[in-house]
């Protein structure tokens, strides 16, 4: 975490374990709960520069709150934190009769969710975060908030639902009628136009796929955004983006801090990639790995109807290769799977082009699934030390599809043993463009309403997401920390090469490495945990 001089919370400022007790909302539905009645918290400040996580605010004081047997909760900021005597109000949703059978409605002021949820009995009970959900008491009034929804970076399918049930949980659940939608990405807030955002405007947009906002990389000026905020009036700052645009909205929530505003920033993670950490998955996943069945069926059929037929089939996964990993175990009709996290060399014994004839001596044909950030290491050096980046910062990769494709003619074409026919389908675009299934339209409805809860209670500079099957709240910092990837000593990436038969293409000195890298034996054990390296 690069936390400064000591991780640990002195004796003195531990706190005994929460009590968690049964909620009756009827009990407190008379009550004024302030803000002064929530549990204290410890700050602990990034030691140096050096552990700083690049791109966010250096002065960023993570709340930590600890209890008996080793149980730490890595809390949110809230606005009261730095805007005393702040007003609270009743949650409008008492009196809203969708939520009248509902027996309990109002999440538990004391709920957190555990980030590990394998653990043995002497072990410690671990990170928690705050459950996400609404709250008793708001900050905001219905007719004060002034929301604005931005979305950022690549596309991926269900981004127009996230949109969709923001403006229509805001505008049912909490009577809100002023939402903006940004449109062009962090750039919108001060060089394009608005669109007024309402439950009609938005009625059939989760049927489309990409974003009626628009999206673009880069344009991210904080002093601009902000000021933007400020003469606007907005209030609710509501970020859809995968990592760079979630750093952007930690440094957004920083400046309104430093500023002093009442304007809660909540970030929705989104990644076609499933690379944000400490979350289940992210929203679009799902569609991304179904709709990949199309072009690894297609690919199958191509190889399987021609002698000696290799399908490639190229996925998304510039870092991480969860999209191919989860594609090649759905299809059961890939051959082999090239991902970033797991290098692989192509001549000689144990390589890909071997392994390769094997396969087509055995069965006549193959299919082969790699994603876009594979086999970087096996490119020029001319083309690696390019690095050429898109206006997000990201490294522009060259097609390692078309790169290995060529590769595969090559080899066979110089040994003349056999004659190959080779197709290589790259489905990218068409993934990233197609709306969202039935399981990321419930899962995008979820995220919007969490994040609509948590800034109506007046929680900031967070992001939303499952943990361990339950939505919660979590500090900026923790996403953007680090990127999700496959773990290669892990049962799933096992599941996989059993389920191929290819090499693992590691020899035991890489796996000692690797297993040396992980976090404790309970990591390799957690095998049930969706989408979870």
């Known amino acids: 975490m690069g936390y400064s001089s000591s991780s640990s919370i002195s004796s003195s400022a531990r706190l005994s374990t929460p009590k968690f007790r049964c909620f009756?909302?009827?009990?407190?539905?008379?009550?004024?709960?302030?803000?002064?009645?929530?549990?204290?918290?410890?700050?602990?400040?990034?030691?140096?520069?050096?552990?700083?996580?690049?791109?966010?605010?250096?002065?960023?004081?993570?709340?930590?709150?600890?209890?008996?047997?080793?149980?730490?909760?890595?809390?949110v900021p809230h606005l009261s934190d730095y805007i005393p005597n702040l007003p609270t109000y009743l949650n409008p949703l008492q009196d809203n009769p969708s939520y009248s059978v509902v027996k309990q409605y109002f999440v538990n002021e004391d709920d957190t969710v555990a980030q590990k949820i394998v653990v043995q009995k002497d072990s410690p009970r671990g990170t928690h975060f705050r459950r996400a959900g609404p709250r008793q008491q708001v900050y905001f009034e219905s007719d004060e908030v002034h929301a604005c929804i931005v979305t950022c970076g690549g596309l991926c399918p269900?981004?127009?639902?996230?949109?969709?049930?923001?403006?229509?949980?805001?505008?049912?659940?909490?009577?809100?009628?002023?939402?903006?939608?940004?449109?062009?990405?962090?750039?919108?807030?001060?060089?394009?136009?608005?669109?007024?955002?309402?439950?009609?405007?938005?009625?059939?947009?989760?049927?489309?796929?990409?974003?009626?906002?628009?999206?673009?990389?880069?344009?991210?000026?904080?002093?601009?955004?902000?000021?933007?905020?400020?003469?606007?009036?907005?209030?609710?700052?509501?970020?859809?983006?995968?990592?760079?645009?979630?750093?952007?909205?930690?440094?957004?929530?920083?400046?309104?801090?430093?500023?002093?505003l009442k304007v809660a920033v909540v970030g929705?993670?989104?990644?076609?990639?499933?690379?944000?950490?400490?979350?289940?998955?992210?929203?679009?996943?799902?569609?991304?790995?179904?709709?990949?069945?199309?072009?690894?069926?297609?690919?199958?059929?191509?190889?399987?109807?021609?002698?000696?037929?290799?399908?490639?089939?190229?996925?998304?996964?510039?870092?991480?290769?969860?999209?191919?990993?989860?594609?090649?175990?759905?299809?059961r009709d890939v051959d082999c799977c090239l991902i970033p996290e797991s290098p692989f060399y192509l001549e000689g014994p144990g390589g890909l082009f071997e392994y390769i004839e094997k396969r087509l001596k055995e069965n006549g044909h193959m299919v082969i699934v790699i994603a876009e950030g594979a086999g970087q290491e096996l490119l020029s050096e001319s083309m690696r030390t390019m690095e050429q980046k898109d206006a997000s910062g990201n490294k522009l990769l060259p097609d390692v599809g078309l790169l290995i494709s060529e590769k595969i003619k090559g080899h066979f074409s110089k040994q003349k043993k056999m004659t190959i026919n080779l197709k290589y389908i790259d489905p990218t675009y068409m993934i990233r463009a197609v709306p969202s299934n039935a399981s990321d339209n419930v899962y995008s409805t979820l995220?919007?309403?969490?994040?609509?809860?948590?800034?109506?209670?007046?929680?900031?500079?967070?992001?939303?997401?499952?943990?361990?099957?339950?939505?919660?709240?979590?500090?900026?910092?923790?996403v953007i920390e680090r990127q999700n990837k496959v773990v290669v000593t892990d049962r799933m990436w096992a599941r996989l090469l059993s389920s191929t038969n290819q090499p693992s293409f590691l020899n035991p000195k890489d796996v000692i490495g690797e297993r040396r890298k992980e976090e404790p034996k309970t990591q390799l054990l957690d095998e049930d945990k969706p989408y979870r390296p």
């Open 24 to 75: 009756d909302p009827d009990q407190f539905f008379s009550e004024r709960h302030s803000h002064s009645s929530r549990p204290s918290y410890v700050s602990m400040r990034p030691s140096s520069s050096e552990n700083s996580i690049p791109g966010t605010p250096t002065n960023y004081e993570p709340k930590i709150v600890t209890g008996e047997a080793g149980y730490v909760l890595e809390d």
């Open 268 to 331: 929705i993670p989104k990644t076609i990639d499933n690379d944000i950490p400490v979350i289940d998955k992210s929203f679009g996943f799902d569609t991304a790995v179904e709709e990949a069945q199309r072009a690894i069926n297609a690919a199958h059929v191509e190889a399987e109807s021609f002698e000696n037929g290799i399908g490639v089939v190229k996925l998304m996964g510039r870092y991480s290769g969860f999209i191919a990993m989860y594609a090649t175990l759905a299809s």
């Open 158 to 260: 269900g981004l127009n639902t996230v949109i969709r049930e923001i403006v229509c949980g805001l505008y049912y659940m909490y009577g809100v009628t002023r939402v903006l939608g940004i449109e062009g990405g962090y750039r919108g807030f001060y060089a394009r136009n608005t669109i007024p955002l309402t439950p009609k405007v938005v009625n059939d947009i989760h049927k489309r796929g990409g974003t009626i906002l628009g999206t673009s990389r880069g344009g991210h000026d904080t002093s601009k955004i902000v000021e933007s905020i400020q003469d606007r009036g907005i209030n609710h700052v509501y970020i859809i983006g995968g990592d760079g645009t979630q750093r952007g909205a930690s440094v957004i929530f920083e400046e309104v801090r430093r500023r002093g």
């Open 447 to 478: 995220l919007a309403h969490s994040a609509i809860h948590g800034a109506m209670a007046g929680y900031t500079g967070f992001t939303v997401g499952p943990v361990n099957g339950r939505h919660a709240y979590i500090p900026f910092y923790r």
